[in-house]
Structures are given as C-alpha cells and as structure tokens.
C-alpha cells in the first residue's frame, strides 16, 4: 500500500501558514536572485510545487518527473518537490510560478479559472466522455493544449500537460439522487467562479474555499458536502465528516501541469525536449496511478468507515443532472473569456474524434 497521510488543518487558515512565511521568503529571494534555477557546483536545482499531500496522484507524478529528470541528467538537475501545505494555497503556488520562486508546479482549473477563465472548460459537467480511456486522449489533443497554452503564456506560464485524477465524488449528509436533492445544501467548491454556477444550477448553495479548510468546514458545520476524487476523499479525510459518497459520474478532475514561461523558454532546446518527453511518458504513468490510487483508497474508506452509503447514480438520475448542467455551458461562454466558445468547441470535437476512434478499434 501507499503513503498515506492524512491532512487535517486545525485552526485559522492564516494561523496555519504564518509559520511558512521563512519558507517563502527565502524561494523568493531565490527566485528572483537567480534565474533560471539556482545552481549548486555545477547542479541545477527545479522545484515543483504541487497543490496535494504526501501520497496523493499529484505527488506521485512530481516524484515520477523528479526520477526521471534526474536519471536522464545524470544528476546535472535535482528536482524539488513541494508538497500542499508547505507554499501556501493553490493561488499562492501559482503566484510563486509567475514570480519564478518554482520552476514547475499543479495549477487545477478549479481554482485557475479566476486567472484564467476559459480553463474552467474542464468544471463544465457531463462534456468530457464516460470512458476514460477517451478522455485522456482528447485531453493530449494538440490543438486544445496549443489553444490554452497561449492563454497560459499571457500569465507567465507554459502548460505542459492537462490529465484527469479521477472521477469526481460528492461527499454529504444526505442523500442526492436528483438535483433537488441539493436544495439547502451548501457543497464546498474549489475557488474558480464557474464551479459557483454548476452548483447552483442544481439548486445548490456553493462555498469556494481552499483546499486545506474543507475539513474544518465539514466538521464545524459550515458546509454540508465536498466534491473531489475518492483519493483526496480518503487522503483529506473527509469521509470522516460525512455520510455518502455520490458517484454521479458528472466530470473527472483535472490537474494542469505547469512550467514558469520565462524558466522554459530559457532553457537550452535539450533540455525543453527532455521536459517535454518526460511529461509525455507521464499521462500514461499518471493514468494507471489515479485508477490504482481511487480504487485503493475506496476500500479503505470501507473498512474506516462500513457504515458510509456508497450511491452510483442510475443513468436516469445521470440524465436529470445532465439535464440540469446545460445552462451552465451558456454560462461558460459568457463569463469564460474571450476564447471560451473556441476552447468548448475544441474540447468537444477532441472528445468526438477520441470516441470515435475507440468505437472503430472495439
Ligand atoms: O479540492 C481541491 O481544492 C483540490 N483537490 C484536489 C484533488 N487536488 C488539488 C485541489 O486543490
């Protein structure tokens, strides 16, 4: 079995990361001191930082790219990896990226949206494919990634890759099989604003929080449900703090993989090509791990907790939230930026193409 650790944060968010303030500095300074990274006799230092604990998919893609990046430079580059908690929310590492604190980090739509808005393409429910398979090609699409890497590179990054962690879960007290089945209920939602509008189309009230206070949340009664994988269901204990995990099947999570533009685009064409390879290998690597790592951390969160009802929605349950969703496209379009109907319209026909192909090869 995996690490596994489990992240409670106990007291005010600011409280919980004052102690972190000596950190940050000093990756400041550092940033801006000395670009690209820093050198040590002769080694290269890349840090990523990523918006998950010890155990999660994200980390074991970040240890994965640190493996493989230091194999393949013999040790000329060391990789650091920054775990969630230790930089600061995901706004915050985001931030640490565009000022050149980190070379590399997670930047989820789900909290991206507000600096990007056309990557809360990924929030919109029932658009990607059932079949996951379908969805992890559609994602490598090159002319969507292309398409949202030139928004990415108007904020200082470069998008390196878009993967999926898993299907996303809502844990809550109660039971929902049909949108007004939310009614009352406040659901914690990630910060970018589009999520605020899929919760509320369901009749939901929806609470943008950072990640590492959803626990205290739940538990002090200030939300009455989350959504995430099952992973970071099991891994955040949340499972602790509610009694029904809902698989409606509605959208996976997706992570983006990002680089500091200024960082990328100065470095030697090798060394881009060997990113750009390593990244590649790992949408297959990070594929099987979110299947292994959701599928693992269910049955713990059966034997922790036997009394958890465990719900799959009927396709006619899916439906009505299908139903429900559609406004929300509109919605997309109109508060998603500029390139938002562009960037639906891409991701619909990469998923398109991507089925199509899966129903000619079965
Ligand atoms: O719910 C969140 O905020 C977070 N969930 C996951 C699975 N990864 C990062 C993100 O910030």
Redesign the pocket.
């Known amino acids: 079995m995996r690490t596994r650790l489990n992240f409670r944060p106990a007291g005010p968010f600011r409280a919980r990361y004052l102690p972190l303030l000596p950190v940050l500095a000093t990756l400041l300074v550092a940033g801006s001191c000395q670009a690209p990274a820093e050198q040590q006799g002769g080694v290269e230092e890349w840090r990523f930082a990523i918006?998950?604990t010890i155990g999660s998919v994200?980390h074991e893609y970040a240890l994965r790219f640190k493996e493989l990046i230091e194999e393949r430079t013999e040790g000329q580059v060391k990789v650091t990896v920054y775990t969630y908690g230790t930089l600061g929310t995901?706004d915050q590492l985001t931030e640490q990226l565009q000022l050149g604190a980190v070379q590399f980090a997670m930047a989820?739509p789900?909290?991206l949206g507000k600096l990007i808005p056309e990557v809360q393409v990924f929030l919109l429910h029932f658009v990607l494919s059932d079949d996951e398979r379908v969805n992890q090609q559609a994602l490598r699409d090159p002319e969507l990634i292309g398409l949202l890497d030139d928004l990415y590179a108007t904020k200082g990054m470069a998008l390196l890759s878009a993967f999926s962690?898993g299907w996303q879960v809502w844990t809550t007290r109660r039971p929902v099989r049909e949108p007004a089945d939310f009614r009352g209920q406040r659901i914690r939602v990630?910060t970018s604003p589009l999520l605020l509008a899929a919760y509320r189309a369901y009749g939901a009230s929806p609470t943008p929080l950072p990640?590492a206070e959803v626990y205290s949340a739940l538990q002090l009664n200030m939300v009455d449900g989350q959504v995430?994988?099952v992973f970071?269901i099991q891994e955040m204990s949340f499972h602790e703090v509610t009694d029904w995990m809902i698989f409606a099947g509605q959208a996976p999570?997706i992570a983006t993989a990002v680089a500091s533009r200024d960082f990328f685009d100065g470095l030697r064409p090798e060394r881009q090509q060997l990113v750009r390879e390593t990244i590649d290998e790992l949408d297959e690597f990070v594929f099987q791990a979110q299947r292994d790592f959701n599928r693992e951390r269910l049955e713990i969160i059966r034997s922790q907790r036997p009394d958890m009802e465990i719900l799959h929605l009927t396709d006619e349950e899916r439906e009505r939230f299908r139903q429900a969703s559609l406004p929300v496209r509109d919605l997309y379009l109109r508060m998603g930026g500029p390139r938002a109907a562009e960037v639906l319209d891409r991701l619909l026909a990469a998923v398109a193409r991507a089925e199509e192909q899966a129903e000619s090869a079965s």
């Open positions: 918006e998950e994200q995901s989820s789900g909290h962690e990630m990640y995430n994988p970071a999570f």
